[in-house]
């Protein structure tokens, strides 16, 4: 990192926020209100944010934003585009859009734009950097670049069931499930205790699926599957399904289940239902919709009789920023992305947001979350989102359809894999 940002680091003042998390939200694509003149520097920096500006990693950034300018002079004028980001980053690249810096899952701005970012290898610091990232993430931040690092990684999270520790009590259950027979013991005895089981929203409910399906096969089978479109071919995209259809003719769900965003994980604050599957940012998302402090506990997905994945294997990620290889500011976009990725910011967005911190110097995770860190530090297989089920935008919303139909219980499992087979 230049020295020159050392000192925007060491004097900003902290942050105090409400936090949200990365649940799917409408777009806010107005930019900062602040002056706009470069601050006499006459440099100024396009940011478009995947971000509203009202959430608090938007006032984490837009502080940096602020004290990066007082500290160089050059003003980021920030695009708030909300989770829109994902639909409209691709074209607006291909268009020739005036954008320096963007972020996004650091997966897709890898797998969706990389043509269109800069080599991270050929920005001053950017060895150093790594020295900050965890393992785990750059490692397969690297894997989608052919072993070339495109994305600046920020706001880490984990994946797994989330659930209420209180409803466990009541319902009588005293360890958390590993294995599926398990899972459907605990299903029961929280459903007898009177309470849904389980809870999902329509935008997530590939992670289901794809957690479902890799406990058996491993991401690797589960994405030949989906690349060669093999659904009929493998018996265990089928037995997926079927485990599928088993909590759903259980009772299992909810009964609005797939919800729409944010409804479906609401229920937990509302006391109404008591797990669900997603990433760390649904304690904290949970939390701002619904004003409720859950006590959450945590567990990852079971496994399954006969698979080849356990608790080892999880979806782990992040945010991360892409750099135009087209702008002219290179240098200075990776300096402020990595301003916001490790050291105070870092710090400061992690406790804002109840995230885990993207700094290896940062070891403290916040409270809310920190059922999942015994388990992330055990972890040793790295699933893409969805296991791999959302590479493929043309399909991804196939899936999504048909998973949706057979949680309402309007599609059988034969359906469901014929459908897909059908699709590709």
């Known amino acids: 990192m ?92 291909e268009a ?21 970012l800069v080599d991270l290898s050929t920005l001053e610091g950017e060895e150093e ?27 880490v999270y984990t994946t797994g069931v989330w659930y209420d520790k209180a409803m466990f009590e009541e319902a009588g259950v005293t360890d958390v499930p590993t294995t599926w027979d398990e899972f459907l013991d605990v299903c029961q005895k929280v459903k007898d205790a009177g309470y849904n089981p389980l809870t999902c929203n329509s935008d997530s409910v590939n992670l289901l699926y794809g957690f479902q399906l890799a406990r058996y096969i491993g991401q690797d089978a589960v994405l ?34 797939p919800a729409q965003y944010p409804d479906g994980q609401n229920e937990i604050g509302f006391g109404e239902s008591c797990m669900v599957l997603n990433a ?22 079971p496994s399954v009789e006969g698979g080849v994945d356990g608790a080892e294997a999880s979806m782990v990620g992040a945010q991360g920023f892409g750099i135009n290889k087209e702008s002219d500011m290179q240098q200075e976009a990776f300096d402020f992305a990595t301003m916001i990725a490790t050291g105070d910011y870092d710090l400061e967005m992690a406790s804002s947001v109840n995230s885990i911190p993207a700094d290896t110097d940062n070891t403290e995770w916040p409270d809310a979350i920190a059922a999942a860190e015994p388990y992330f530090k055990e972890m040793t297989k790295a699933y ?41």
């Open 280 to 301: 760390s940012w649904i304690p904290n998302e949970i939390l701002q919709n619904t004003g409720e402090e859950v006590d959450f506990g945590f567990f990852p997905w």
């Open 224 to 257: 030949d599957c989906f690349n060669n479109s093999n659904w009929a071919n493998v018996p265990e995209a089928k037995k997926a399904a079927e485990d599928i259809a088993t909590l759903v003719d259980n009772g299992y769900f909810s009964p609005n289940a």
């Open 129 to 155: 950097f790594e020295g900050h990232v965890m393992p785990v993430i750059l490692d397969k931040a690297k894997s989608w670049g052919d072993g070339t690092l495109y994305t600046v990684p920020y706001q």
């Open 2 to 93: 230049k020295k020159k940002l050392v000192s925007v680091l060491l004097t900003a003042a902290m942050v105090a926020t409400m936090a949200v998390g990365c649940g799917g939200g409408s777009s806010d694509s107005g930019s900062d209100s602040s002056d706009s003149d470069g601050g006499g520097s006459g440099k100024e920096m396009t940011y478009w944010s995947m971000w509203n500006s009202t959430e608090a990693q938007a006032k984490v950034i837009q502080e940096a934003a602020d004290a990066y300018e007082e500290e160089t002079g050059i003003h980021i004028n920030i695009e708030w585009k909300g989770r829109d980001m994902k639909t409209l980053i691709g074209t607006a690249l």
């Open 384 to 424: 893409d989102w969805a296991v791999g089920l959302e590479t493929n935008p043309d399909f991804t919303p196939i899936i999504n359809e048909n998973v949706v139909k057979l949680i309402q219980g309007d599609i059988t499992p034969d359906d469901f894999i014929a459908a897909l087979a059908a699709a590709q």
């Open 96 to 116: 020739g859009e005036d954008i320096d810096l963007f972020d996004d899952d650091y997966m897709r701005v890898v797998m969706n734009t990389k043509d269109y």
